[in-house]
């Protein structure tokens, strides 16, 4: 996962994306207990920008020139499979641009803050979705838990993006 | 006033609460794992996955060599 991470910074060095995030089930992993995913999902700033249909083009050239292969919805760098996502709305663009940098052993990687994953959670709001969201909301209420949360930047996040609704329906049929 | 669960059976309450306590303490234990040791835990759901896949022939995803 290390040199996963460092040939990730070596993309963003090159100019091959602007920036990236890691979301999904890795992120949720970083905040709160280890949870299943296969993936690590990437949303990444494309010069290009996210209408070109061609976006994911030049990444996947540099990484199958370095050797890499080309595995389904991804790619297997240093025995970890990357997806890629282009960050596709508005929550997501932001959450990119407030991301945060965590250490991992030698290296760092940029990371969703909780506060934004939990609003991206909220705007998919697939099962496993609410699932993660019910573990890491039990997990922000226990003084032991070294999970830090913001809860007036979480509201305000909601409120921008038209969540509120959403999420007050949730909370309160839990 | 109590209700007629706890009349039944007071033990039972109990040994429920501890038992969701206990729970509870123990995901937060896993929660406060440094990043690297709770991939090598995600590694190892990948690894216990894809045997259950293979046994039942699911579709699984690829286990991690890190």
Partial sequence: ?174 | MTSSKEIKNPGEIDWLERARKSKLAHRVALANLPFEDKIRIVVELQKIDNELAKATGRKTGQVWEI
């Fill in chain 1, 1 to 174: 996962m290390e040199k996963t991470l460092e040939i990730l910074k070596s993309l963003e060095s090159r100019g091959i994306f602007k920036k990236y995030a890691i979301g999904g089930g890795i992120a949720a992993t970083y905040y709160g207990e280890p949870t299943m995913a296969y993936d690590l999902d990437l949303f990444v700033f494309f010069p290009t920008g996210k209408d070109d249909l061609n976006l994911l083009t030049p990444t996947y050239n540099y990484l199958t020139g370095l050797g890499y292969s080309i595995e389904g919805d991804g790619i297997l760098i240093e025995g970890v499979h990357v997806q890629f996502l282009p960050a596709y709305n508005p929550l997501i663009e932001e959450a990119v641009e407030e991301s945060i940098s965590v250490k991992f052993g030698s290296t760092n990687a940029q990371i969703f803050s909780l506060e934004y994953l939990m609003a991206i959670m909220v705007q998919t709001f697939r099962p496993k979705d609410k699932i993660r969201i019910e573990n890491l909301l039990e997990l922000i209420g226990q003084p032991d838990a070294r999970l830090k949360f913001d809860s007036g930047k979480f509201s305000d996040i909601l409120t921008r993006y038209g969540l509120r609704e959403r999420w007050d329906d949730f909370i309160k049929g839990n």
